[in-house]
């Protein structure tokens, strides 16, 4: 702190989770100093890795996926220090619950064609997708597109349970411009799903292309590794933990931040701040935000998610040689599925036991949120007994966590946001509205919004 209890920072970064850790270490590598101003008691986000007799566990994301370059990047920059963990080629297999039996999810057309999971037209529809019209409205939903293309059972058993794994959400009401830009853009740029695949796979990749290997990740020893070593690596940065009452205010071409930490004040200026918060938290972080672009970014809606880990000293359920299983709505059950990151990932569980990971809630059952923790509980034991074949056989680990503003969705309000989002950038220089408010949703998206908000202020100074 200066003499009149003031710090200086070039780069105030609010909240301490991956987005904001990958940002810290970027600018820490061409000697920008930072400071990361976080609300809870530790930097990582929801991002945690627990660790109990012979078991390890994430208590946040489980896995992400090397879907962008900068993922490899990041990894080859850490070297050493941490090492990332792709997941064993069991983890292609996907499973998909119907009529009482699981069922894998057809990685292939041919697949596609024999499982039992589509009916017997949307099968022959599949043949006949590459030459159907494209669509011309960028609002439409998923549910829409996907019906149009390939058929209702399709959507029901392919495309609505893999929704329920990735956002938790509901295909009627996400936008796939925004929230599968990259299944938008294959109908969009080849006129078909199968063909622009087939073409995409074709294509001459350059080097950096060719790191997007599409392949499950996480790390060594938990993803908690991850962000620790980039605490550690972040050497020009500065990490305040419990801070609370934070408000921002534009300040002589900078910003001022003001907030409490341990009963004494914070008070930081400035040259650029980078805001990883949800926009529930904007009416008090940035007073100086227009009703109007408030309302626009907290229109937001987010849904809510339960996990339950439970693990098991002696696996006595059906084989789990996969990377879990997910379950239709239409199927009615009251989970959205489970993980079993024991079966793709090391150390996970002691020899012959398992490790799953269950998920209850989302977008459509926001009613399980509300409920006890023995009641989840007792609904996820029941439902992994009944659908995994455990009989009486108990875990002998159990935690639960809730999340409030699990996963963002991404509706037909999105292009709205994105243009306040635009607009707030432009009157007020040198401000990063970052997180998952945009630009995705998974790890992979943070790692690279991370680095791309540091390259932008590199250029900047």
Not at 110 to 117: D, F, N, S
């Amino acid at each position: 702190m200066t003499d009149n209890n003031q710090e200086k920072t070039q780069v105030a970064i609010i909240g301490g989770g991956l987005t904001g850790l990958v940002t810290a270490f970027w600018l820490s590598k061409e000697g920008v100093d930072a400071t990361i101003i976080e609300k809870g008691g530790n930097a990582g986000g929801v991002i945690g890795t627990g660790n109990e007799n012979g078991f390890t566990w994430e208590s946040g994301p489980n896995t992400g996926i090397v879907s962008h370059p900068e993922v490899a990047e990041l990894f080859d920059e850490l070297g050493g220090m941490c090492e990332m963990e792709t997941a064993d080629k069991r983890a292609k297999k996907r499973l998909i619950w119907k009529n009482g039996s699981w069922h894998p999810l057809p990685a292939g057309v041919i697949e596609a064609v024999r499982t039992p999971l589509f009916t017997t037209g949307d099968k022959l529809r599949i043949l006949f997708e590459p030459f159907r019209k494209k669509g011309n409205d960028p609002f439409e939903t998923l549910e829409g597109m996907v019906k149009r293309r390939l058929g209702q059972s399709f959507l029901d058993y392919a495309v609505d349970p893999f929704i329920s794994g990735i956002y938790a959400g509901d295909p009627s009401y996400l936008i796939p411009k925004y929230a599968l830009p990259k299944l938008y853009a294959l109908e969009q740029e080849y006129g078909s799903f199968i063909g622009g695949a087939v073409r995409k796979m074709l294509k001459k990749k350059d080097a950096r292309e060719k790191k997007v290997t599409k392949e499950v990740f996480s790390v060594s020893g938990g993803l908690a590794n991850l962000t620790g070593t980039l605490e550690l690596q972040a050497k020009n940065t500065r990490i305040l933990t419990n801070v609370s009452e934070l408000t921002v205010t534009p300040f002589n071409n900078g910003y001022f931040l003001q907030g409490e930490k341990d009963n004494r004040e914070v008070a930081i200026k400035s040259r650029f701040v980078v805001s990883t918060a949800g926009p529930y938290e904007f009416d008090n972080l940035f007073p100086f935000f227009g009703r109007s672009e408030l309302a626009l970014l907290n229109s937001l809606e987010y849904a809510r998610v339960i996990q339950v880990i439970m693990g098991f000293r002696e696996w006595k359920g059906m084989d789990l040689n996969a990377f879990g299983g997910l379950v239709p709505s239409r199927e009615k059950r009251d989970i959205l599925g489970v993980l079993f990151p024991s079966s793709f990932l090391k150390n996970r569980a002691p020899e012959g036991g398992a490790l799953l990971s269950v998920f209850l809630g989302g977008y459509r059952r926001p009613d399980i949120f509300s409920l006890s923790d023995d009641e989840i509980t007792g609904i996820a034991i029941k439902e992994t007994k009944d659908m995994l074949g455990l009989g009486n056989h108990s875990p002998e680990l159990l935690k639960l966590y809730r999340y409030r503003h699990a996963i963002p969705q991404y509706g037909k309000d999105s292009k709205e946001r994105l243009e306040a989002i635009g607009r707030l950038h432009s009157s007020f220089p040198g401000l990063v509205l970052a997180g998952n408010i945009h630009e995705g949703i998974g790890m992979s998206d943070r790692i690279r919004q991370g680095k791309r908000i540091a390259a932008h202020i590199i250029k900047a100074l």
